[in-house]
């Protein structure tokens, strides 16, 4: 008897409708085709096991499995829920009668517990695209799946429920979407506030813009200057995220297995920071079976890059097209994929190998040639990829000692969320822009008309920096984001002024500004 039982295939971050066709005929060979990997072909093993533990088994006959569309790979062990039900409809163990209005997915234990699988979100929405009305899952990966509507979902712990409910022994209740399960994310993060922070009043200044106008931005400064404390205490003055932006960076996480059992919803940007050996693929995504990168799994969120230098120049220079793209396509021989990369960069990197020359009291150690070949390591491209360039001071004793607070991260973010209302109503005929910094040539030549006293400024600052082409258009975008935090509709010289400053660790000003020690 020939069924079919409809399941889903990642590609990126978008699933497909997969249809596995089951067929048992006279014979006795298990086959398997449709362009499977090995995880999917072992599931014979894990099926059969399964199934003799509730009392069935696989027939004893030829049993032909077509995984359709049969061009589309088919990678991991969340078929095997859908293979053991199709063999069972097949063999007339239970009705086929309305299983076609489901998507079915998840792996199986040898003695039949459902275990959770990667992907159920995009699967979850695919299928409601697709036209299905419900869909079962282990009960672990329910909650991510309810989060899509008019999809009812039935989560189960064990075959043996499935079966029941199929069989009409169980009527079964759909999952309602818990919010409370909802990933709020790292609770380290959450509690970081800027009122803690003792001086750099320079530095949050920056940091409040980079916030506001979602720019990247490169700390440099000596080694216990407090750049990685900043860094952590970004994502406090970030806007809340959208519906939009949840599902899609909640999409990522789960295609990356990082979700949390009976999590939904991701309700907090992330906060990415990868070790300095991190390799190239494990930062832009891919591998043998294709999986986000760090730089995907911080969409919508901040990917901070701590000792910038120390990164393999390959794995930081994989992040250029990123960087202005707002996306990555990994292309390889037999696929190609593409995931989102919407992120913030924040950079930290000490002025020197030996992190003390810009240090008020402590002596570099270092000649200038290392100097020299120590910032060489972060190239002239990736340099006017980042908005904001600045330098991280040592607080004085004084202020460390002292017992006045800064400013809290709570007033600060109402600015930054100020500031960002303003560019939504701005870009709302715009889909896909959302900030000052994902403008084009040509929202930049609408929204940032400047006078002449503003671009003689300009024409001074490229002149005397050496400044280049896409640097001068992102100040342009800097400028924006601090008129935007001023409330002010116009672009004044005062601004671009503002702007010019954060560029003050360019390549050429750079060399111009260090008397190298001999």
Request: proline residues 6%.
């Amino acid at each position: 008897m020939l069924v079919k039982i409809f399941g889903g295939a990642i590609n990126g971050i978008e699933a497909t409708t997969i249809t596995i066709e089951v067929n048992i005929l006279w014979g006795a060979k298990f086959i398997i085709v449709g362009l499977p990997d090995n995880a999917v072909k072992e599931s014979q093993q894990r099926v059969d096991s399964a199934l003799r533990e509730i009392g069935s088994r696989i027939p004893g006959k030829r049993i032909i499995v077509n995984m359709a569309p049969a061009d589309v790979k088919k990678e991991g062990s969340a078929y095997d829920l859908p293979l053991a039900i199709g063999i069972l409809a097949a063999n007339e163990e239970i009705p086929t009668e309305g299983l076609e209005q489901f998507v079915i997915m998840g792996e199986l234990s040898l003695d039949g517990t459902l275990l959770p699988v990667k992907g159920v979100l995009p699967i979850s929405i695919n299928a409601q695209t697709a036209g299905f009305t419900n869909m079962i899952v282990p009960y672990e990966n329910a909650n991510e799946a309810s989060v899509v509507k008019g999809l009812k979902v039935y989560g189960f712990h064990h075959l043996r429920e499935v079966i029941s409910f199929l069989n009409g022994k169980d009527k079964g209740i759909p999952f309602i979407f818990d919010p409370a399960q909802t990933n709020i994310g790292d609770t380290e993060l959450t509690a970081c506030d800027f009122k803690d922070v003792k001086g750099q009043e320079n530095v949050k200044r920056a940091m409040e813009i980079a916030a506001a106008g979602g720019h990247n931005m490169l700390m440099i400064g000596p080694p216990g200057s407090g750049k990685t404390m900043l860094a952590r205490r970004l994502p406090g003055i970030l806007p809340p995220m959208t519906t939009e932006e949840s599902l899609e960076t909640t999409k990522i996480h789960s295609v990356a297995g990082k979700l949390k059992r009976n999590s939904a919803l991701i309700s907090t940007r992330p906060f990415r920071s990868p070790h300095h050996t991190i390799s190239d693929i494990a930062l832009i995504g891919g591998g043998s079976f294709p999986r986000p990168g760090e730089i995907s799994l911080a969409c919508n969120g901040v990917l901070f890059l701590d000792e910038l230098p120390e990164f393999k120049r390959s794995a930081l220079e994989v992040m250029r097209q990123p960087l202005e793209d707002r996306k990555i396509s990994v292309s390889r021989a037999k696929f190609s994929v593409e995931y989102p990369a919407n992120f913030m960069l924040i950079a930290s990197m000490n002025p020197c190998p030996c992190g003390y020359y810009t240090h008020p009291t402590k002596e570099c150690s270092c000649t200038g040639q290392t100097i020299q070949r120590y910032l060489s390591k972060i190239s002239g491209p990736l340099l006017d990829r980042i908005d904001i360039h600045i330098e991280v001071i040592p607080v004085e004793l004084e202020k460390i000692t002292g017992t006045q607070q800064g400013e809290p991260t709570r007033d600060i973010r109402e600015r930054v969320i100020r500031a960002r209302n303003i560019q939504n109503e701005r870009f709302s005929p715009y889909p896909g822009i959302h900030s000052n910094a994902q403008m084009n040539s040509a929202l930049l030549r609408k929204f940032c008309p400047l006078d002449t006293q503003c671009i003689s400024l300009l024409k001074i600052a490229m002149q005397k920096f050496g400044l280049s082409a896409r640097a001068y258009d992102r100040i342009i975008k800097l400028s924006r984001t601090i008129a935007d935090l001023a409330g002010t509709g116009q672009i004044t010289p005062h601004h671009i002024a503002e702007a010019i400053q954060y560029r003050c660790l360019d390549r050429e000003t750079w060399g111009s500004r260090i008397s190298y020690p001999t």
